[in-house]
């Protein structure tokens, strides 16, 4: 994952004068309120997790609708919390996509259980239900488990959010529980048919779902996430796990008329939130959907002067029924028209001046994986095939114009030049 530039504009709307020398992946759009916030919180004397913390938590939930939310320190902590609080436990299963990143893995190892790689969707690059289903009947066999598999964890890939219907009637058939990996997905909604209302990412699409605030993703507070659900006990459980197992939190602990006393209830982690990040969540929330709508308008600008070109393909809008976060956009090469590839095409962009990146190299084609559960290539063939031709444009909320439009003729330059 590229690591972002920072620019801060420092009035309320983004600083974009002269065009930078190259267009970075991401910029984030951090604006005054943020700043103001964060000095305020600087200033009053209360760093840690405290009165931001609980605002944050609290416009959050109503934001996506959910009953409760709880501010860690990242989604990675938000997903590990998650699956601890549903009881995995050591040898079970869990159905994860391989087309996604490290995070959504490895909080099932930290458990002791095994992350089942699932291949993708070759459109959407979402988790392929049907792979799931042949995987669970023992159609196929990828990897071996000690015991009962028990979860599903959906990643919306780019802000697309899968068919949730589909899923909440896979994991109700199959006896799973569902945690979404959000991170890329907020703000974002599905719905059935056009006849539905929406059902917003969040808002009970999931057992609990899981966002990012890190500092390239659609919200950030630099590092960050939130755990969201509707049901009361995986909240107390996922909050406890958050600081230390401790019966309650510094915050009820040091503010005035708090007790000195706590127990430990359990061996918990170290994930929770601080002020400083809240102050800053607090008010990239108020603007998410301007954002988003920002970012929106920038995927339709690409879409129209990019759709032309043969050598690449667009990615999936979603159609009428999915509100889109577009957090990436990523196209697709067609290497029957290239005579480079998709590695030699992001050299071209760059020295374009152009930053891209790749979302993923598939969990299967890393070394853990593969040395873990000796797993090959062609045991994910979508998931493969996707990987050696997908790139991501920079998608950001304060791109100018003539950033933009820097994109759009680097892009349709490389794919001029090397022409098949
Ligand atoms: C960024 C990302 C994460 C991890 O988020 P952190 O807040 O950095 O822990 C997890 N899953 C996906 C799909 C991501 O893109």
Not at 392 to 417: H, K, N, W
Request: proline share 6%; charged share 20%.
């Amino acid at each position: 994952m590229s690591r972002p530039t920072a620019s801060v504009a420092t009035v309320t709307q983004p600083v974009a004068a002269a065009p930078p020398a190259a267009v970075p992946f991401f910029r984030p759009d951090v604006r005054q309120p943020e700043i103001d916030e964060v000095v305020a919180t600087l200033r009053s004397g209360w760093l840690t997790t405290g009165p931001r913390v609980k605002r944050f938590e609290e416009e959050f939930a109503a934001a996506v609708g959910a009953d409760f939310a709880v501010a860690v320190n990242s989604c990675t902590a938000a997903l590990h919390l998650a699956v601890e609080a549903l009881g995995l436990s050591p040898g079970g299963g869990v159905l994860v996509p391989t087309m996604t990143f490290a995070a959504t893995a490895e909080i099932v190892r930290y458990l002791g259980a095994v992350p089942i790689l699932v291949d993708c969707d070759p459109i959407t690059g979402n988790i392929d239900l049907d792979d799931a289903e042949r995987i669970l009947s023992g159609q196929r066999h990828v990897q071996a488990t000690t015991g009962p598999t028990v979860g599903i964890i959906p990643v919306h890939i780019s802000g697309l959010m899968v068919d949730c219907g589909a899923v909440e009637r896979f994991a109700k058939r199959n006896q799973l529980w569902v945690v979404e990996d959000a991170a890329h997905a907020l703000p974002a909604a599905w719905r059935a048919t056009a006849a539905d209302s929406w059902t917003w990412c969040g808002s009970g699409t999931a057992d609990v779902t899981c966002f990012s605030f890190y500092a390239n993703k659609t919200l950030t507070t630099g590092e960050g996430g939130m755990a969201v659900t509707n049901t009361k006990a995986l909240a107390d459980r996922m909050r406890l796990m958050s600081l230390h197992g401790l019966s309650h939190d510094a915050w009820g602990r040091y503010r005035d008329g708090g007790s000195w006393d706590y127990r430990i209830i359990a061996a918990g982690f170290k994930d929770n939130m601080t002020d400083i990040a809240a102050a800053i969540g607090i008010h990239q929330l108020a603007r998410a959907e301007s954002m988003r709508a920002r970012r929106e308008e920038i995927a339709a600008i690409y879409r129209h002067r990019l759709e032309e070109e043969e050598a690449i393909e667009m990615p999936p809008a979603g159609g009428a029924n999915r509100v889109h976060a577009w957090h990436l956009f990523p196209i697709r090469l067609r290497l029957d028209r290239l005579t480079i590839d998709r590695d030699q095409f992001i050299v071209e962009l760059t020295k374009r001046r152009v930053m891209t990146a790749v979302h993923w190299r598939p969990l299967h084609l890393h070394p853990y994986y593969q040395d873990t559960y000796g797993l090959s290539p062609m045991d994910f063939p979508n998931a493969t095939a996707l990987f050696t031709r997908t790139l991501s444009l920079p998608l950001f909320p304060s791109m100018a114009e003539a950033e933009i439009d820097q994109v759009i003729e680097a892009v349709l330059g490389v794919c001029t030049r090397f022409r098949k």
